[in-house]
């Protein structure tokens, strides 16, 4: 399953600069996982400073 990022997200940007297939992109409110295209390797979740990201259902 792809990950998710929530509500939590501070827009940092730290999550898309790490993923390595560029499955993250910056929405109006928050960044975004693209699930098509996430290989669920976790690096995005491993250094958001706040946690907002984890693996979906």
């Not at 792809?2 to 560029?22: D, L, M, R």
């Not at 996982?33 to 996430?38: A, K, Q, S, W, Y």
Request: glycine share 8%; with cysteine; aromatic share 4%.
């Amino acid at each position: 399953m792809a990950y998710k990022i929530n509500s939590e997200c501070i827009k940092c940007g730290a999550c898309a600069s790490v993923c390595p297939v560029e499955a993250i992109s910056e929405d109006d409110t928050q960044y975004v996982i693209d699930p098509g295209l996430c290989i669920d390797c976790g690096a995005c979740a491993a250094v958001c400073p706040v946690g907002a990201i984890s693996p979906g259902e």
